[in-house]
């Protein structure tokens, strides 16, 4: 047996061993290292100042809501309400702030206090009602999604301008957003390492029952982690915010699991009693260098959410692994040897340094291409009507042989504005964004402005912020022929509902005007009930069931797009073509499908693949430096089972 032993020590004592467990205590910095090399030599985009810095920028406000997260998980809590609480805390302060005038100290004060609040009833749902913290947070992220859309009444709120600063540069080059993670990465580290809740933290999380029995007040002890969580989720939500100079009620949607995804990349331990910040913040920057890297590369979309879920199981197994080593946990306060760990950092940076200036001799010489290049950003590729779009930019590219760079931004504003920078520091000849939120996207066009891109805005404008051309059909006036549809085939007389679009968005808003607008001459049609059904089918399915229910007598149905229509007509079974009308919006391939077989009677459509096309014409234009007409309108159409035959979108 001694000699069994002295055999193992001499083992762990050997330089291979040594370096596994070095590469096993630093995992996640040792993938970051792997990550930046090969995107450097894959991308001569990637490594580029401006690159680097969007790199830091789109990392902050995920690190940040980790940073909190991070306390809860050691803990061995969860906390899945960060992105909603996040989304509240910028709402209240928008709307303290511009619409009612509170001073902007204030509302700052009151917008982290919000953030506070969400947390310590979180806490309290679970240290005292003894809620699984699962079921508690989930319950909080339902409730505070909800407020913000309640406050905002569904509409961005623009962000109090001496606040909006947090999302500009200082010295014209170094992001502010950088330098408040970096704060909030420091203060999380502090109260981590230094301070007695930090070490009630790894206590409660490596053994709840032995830290009440040691005298630890636990309860009191998870009121304030949450809180804290509560600060950090209010924080990240006030940059947020400022970056789209708007609070946006539906943003940081789905943020909580990339925070918790940071977290658990970082090394922590979704058991409880390991994790650091720093740990924290290299997994956040996995993933922002992740998607960004993505991004250049032109990988799809849905690709890159297969990588992001890969790279999280990936690094859930390095922690088992690391733990049947026997590698060093994180510990209470203890943060391991300091010296080693800072030795071991700096040894990271000079690997990686030296080969990264190795690979950068990879895009040194080569000539430079003739092709033109373009990024197209669009607000969700989950609707056909922007599969649509898309098809018809990607056939004109090919046709003019154009290079053509397609994202998806899935609905979210700020991912949105990520893609765009990403566009920017790449340098492509022109850009065209299909905005998730006409407001959100005004500092990213701003941006690509500056840097001399033309930018051609498709189906939906950018406001505060110059384009080069905006090519869209009215979406006010489709409302209005939705409405004169549904009124005209009823006889100017019946019971209809609406399905609206998806709250905050600027389609769901302008087409809701637009059917307002519309039925305003036809006094004898009734709108029993209007409800969100979010673009989606299948909640057009649901919302539409629930409404039978109240209004079974109900004889027509405006929906804002046909996906939401042809769920009501799922819906309405029998009833619909026949004692119940519907009319839908864009004119998808299988809308246009339902309107031939009768089961829709009409789709007001906008020939998304002519967007598609005209936007990249146009876009060539400018760049190419031919005049461009600042507003192209395509023609919306009302589309019936007599005239569907000849439509083609």
């Known amino acids: ?115 506070i609040a969400a947390g310590l009833v979180n806490g309290f749902l679970i240290a005292y009602g003894k809620l699984p913290p699962f079921i508690a947070t989930l319950a909080m992220l339902s409730v505070a999604r909800g407020l913000s859309l309640v406050i905002s009444e569904g509409s961005p709120i623009p962000f109090p301008d001496s606040v909006s600063h947090l999302g500009d540069t200082l010295g014209g080059w170094l992001p502010v957003p950088v330098l408040v993670m970096v704060v909030m990465g420091l203060i999380a580290a502090f109260v981590l390492g230094r301070t007695y809740i930090g070490r009630s933290m790894y206590a409660i999380g490596g053994n709840e029952e032995a830290a009440r029995l040691s005298g630890l007040r636990v309860k009191k002890q998870k009121l304030a982690i949450y809180a804290l969580s509560g600060v950090f989720a209010a924080v990240a939500g006030i940059v947020l915010a400022s970056r789209l100079s708007s609070a946006q009620p539906q943003a940081a949607d789905g943020y909580e699991l990339d925070a918790i995804a940071a977290v658990v990349i970082g090394g922590a331990s979704l058991a409880g009693g390991t994790g650091k910040a720093s740990g924290t913040l290299i997994g956040a920057l996995i993933l922002a260098v992740l998607r960004n890297g993505l991004n250049l590369l032109n990988v799809s979309a849905f690709w890159q959410q297969v990588v992001i879920g890969v790279v999280i199981a990936l690094a859930v197994l390095l922690d088992t692994l690391r733990r049947k080593a026997g590698a060093t946990p994180v510990a209470a306060g203890t943060g391991g040897n ?10 990271a940076a000079v690997v990686t340094v030296a080969l990264v ?43 003019l042989g154009v290079d053509l760079t397609v994202t998806d931004a899935q609905n979210d504003a700020s991912q949105q504005a990520n893609q765009l920078q990403n566009f920017t520091s790449s340098n492509l000849g022109a850009i065209i964004v299909n905005p998730v939120d006409s407001d959100a996207a005004s500092n990213s066009v701003k941006a690509a402005d500056k840097a001399k891109i033309p930018v051609i805005a498709v189906d939906r404008g950018v406001n505060k912020a110059s384009v080069d051309a905006l090519v869209a059909s009215d979406n006010v006036k489709g409302g209005e022929l939705a409405a004169q549809t549904i009124a005209g085939k009823l006889g100017g007389k019946g019971k209809i509902v609406i399905l609206q679009g998806q709250a905050g968005t600027s389609a769901a808003r302008e087409r809701a005007a637009g059917f307002a607008a519309g039925l305003k001459a036809y006094p004898g049609i009734q709108v029993v009930a209007q409800q969100p059904a979010d673009f989606d089918r299948t909640k057009g399915l649901d919302v539409m069931s629930n409404l039978l229910q109240a209004h079974p007598d109900v ?64 876009a060539l234009k400018a760049l190419q430096g031919k005049k461009v007409e600042e507003t192209v309108k395509v023609p919306v159409k009302v589309v019936t089972k007599e005239n569907v035959a000849g439509f083609s979108g």
Do not use: C
């Open 555 to 618: 004889q027509g149905v405006i929906a804002a797009n046909d996906e939401m229509a042809l769920g009501a007509i799922k819906a309405l079974g029998s009833k619909a073509g026949k004692s119940v009308q519907v009319v839908g919006f864009d004119g998808t391939p299988d809308g246009l499908t339902a309107v031939e077989k009768g089961t829709l009677y009409a789709s007001v459509a906008q020939q998304p693949s002519q967007l598609g096309k005209i936007a990249v014409d146009n």
């Open 1 to 115: 047996m001694a000699t069994d032993t002295l055999k193992s020590r001499a083992g762990a004592d050997s330089p291979t061993s040594g370096l596994r467990r070095l590469l096993l205590d630093n995992g996640a910095l040792t993938a970051l290292i792997v990550l930046v090399i090969a995107l450097s030599a894959l991308s001569g985009d990637f490594l580029t100042t401006d690159n680097l810095l969007n790199v830091g920028v789109q990392a902050a406000v995920t690190a940040v809501l980790a940073f909190g997260v991070t306390f809860v998980i050691v803990s061995a809590g969860i906390d899945l309400s960060v992105g909603s609480v996040a989304a509240l805390s910028a709402t209240v302060l928008a709307w303290s702030a511009t619409s009612h005038g509170v001073p902007v100290f204030l509302a700052v004060i009151l917008a982290v206090a919000t953030g």
């Open 338 to 347: 300091k010296g080693k760990q800072a030795g071991t950092y700096a040894l």
């Open 357 to 399: 200036g190795a690979t950068s001799f990879l895009h040194n010489g080569g000539s430079s291409s003739t092709t033109p290049k373009m990024g197209l950003s669009l607000s969700t590729l989950n609707n056909p009507f922007f599969v649509q779009i898309r098809s018809g930019a990607q056939a004109e590219a090919k046709k």
